[in-house]
């Protein structure tokens, strides 16, 4: 499995990358070991005010390539081994970021607004407005509903998801070409 969220972590561990998103975004997104807060840089990036919408995308330019790369450097190291059935990609922005390219299918995990809300508060600690304002950057679920080759249904337990999830990669390993 290649973990879109950790990809995105390595890539804020760069130093070209690191300078790039100082020179953007100035040193009040960076800590005294020089590393992104990411909280910091997630307040000038998410929400509706037009220089945030303008902050998302210069960060997008900068880090989407590198993370691209890292997939696609990763997804070859699997095909490498010939050991995996299948590879699969977990990346929240995958059609936001033209990255669902690299996938021979897209399984799309939907829940309620009213579940990913609880579950982020939860887990996360987001305010309502975090979660709002994060959700705005994002094509809207029902878009990525639209797009996907399979939806798993996650408003239950993790265990009831895992099993649809199971089943789809079962039936797609089956019926590659």
């Known amino acids: 499995m290649i973990d879109g969220d950790a990809a995105g972590h390595q890539v804020l561990q760069i130093l070209s990358i690191k300078q790039q998103i100082r020179k953007r975004f100035g040193d009040s997104v960076f800590n005294e070991q ?17 220089e945030q919408s303008q902050a998302r995308a210069d960060l997008e330019e900068i880090v989407h390539p590198k993370i691209r790369e890292l997939f ?17 990609l977990d990346a929240a922005v995958l059609f936001e970021a033209d990255w669902h390219d690299l996938c021979r299918r ?38 990525k509903c639209e797009r996907a080759d399979f ?10 998801a895992a099993a649809q999830l199971e089943q789809i990669v079962s039936q797609i390993i089956d019926h590659r070409s």
């Open 151 to 160: 939806i798993v249904d996650n408003s239950g337990t993790i265990d009831e």
């Open 34 to 50: 020089a590393d992104v807060v990411r909280a910091e840089l997630g307040r000038r990036i998410f929400g509706s005010a037009p």
């Open 72 to 88: 696609v450097e990763q997804i070859a190291d699997a095909r490498k081994g010939n050991n995996a059935d299948a590879v699969i």
């Open 106 to 143: 897209v399984v799309f995990v939907d829940a309620p607004r009213r579940v990913r809300l609880a579950r982020v508060i939860q887990t996360r600690g987001w305010t309502e407005r975090e979660f709002h304002d994060k959700e705005l950057s994002q094509l809207p679920p029902q878009d």
